[in-house]
């Protein structure tokens, strides 16, 4: 079963990044996956949850910056190594490679799993939030596969532990709001 799967990963892997291409599609995947060019809208994006959302805001911002930064770490350091799963522009020989391949392991996908964790706990506070936040998340998971650095099992183990992570940390913020409104009361 795992030899299938990994068989028809390798197939959408391939028909992605070989086969769905087109010039205007290269420049924006290849822009749209590098941190550096979307995380200066997260900045803009926590500034306003900081400013505009009050408390629940501030909280948000908290959580968020502690729960990406855990599960990042979770993902680099612990499960990569653990899975040893080596990046397709390494692997593959055929792979069409639009930016540097980067250093460590493929699986799992951690810019999926820091995206997803940011749509995921983002949409479920503020929910007007959820259909943008969404559609860039898949985008830059997409990306991923597009440019050649991950195959599509690493981006869905990125969106199933970021969407954890999101889920985990907005109980947490959940429990805090209560916790604060309660010593408000008192």
Not at 106 to 119: E, L
Request: net charge positive.
């Amino acid at each position: 079963m795992l030899d299938f799967m990994m068989s028809i990963d390798k197939i959408l892997f391939h028909f992605i990044n070989s086969y769905a291409i087109s010039g205007p599609a290269d420049i924006f995947f290849s822009f749209i996956t590098e941190s550096k060019n979307i995380w200066p809208f997260y900045g803009v994006l926590l500034s306003m949850l900081l400013v505009k959302f009050g408390t629940r805001g501030r909280i948000a911002c908290l959580f968020l910056l502690l729960t990406v930064f855990s599960a990042d770490l979770l993902s680099t350091h612990i499960i990569k190594p653990f899975i040893g799963r080596e990046r397709p522009c390494r692997a593959l020989s055929e792979t069409r490679k639009l930016i540097p391949c980067g250093p460590g392991q493929s699986f799992p996908s951690t810019h999926a799993i820091n995206n997803a964790c940011i749509a995921i706990l983002l949409s479920l506070l503020f929910p007007f939030m959820r259909v943008p936040l969404c559609i860039i998340a898949f985008l830059i998971g997409y990306s991923r596969i597009y440019v050649g650095v991950h195959y599509p099992l690493d981006v869905l183990g990125g969106f199933i532990i970021g969407s954890l992570a999101g889920i985990s940390a907005f109980f947490l913020v959940k429990k805090t709001e209560a916790f604060i409104s309660k010593k408000s009361i008192s």
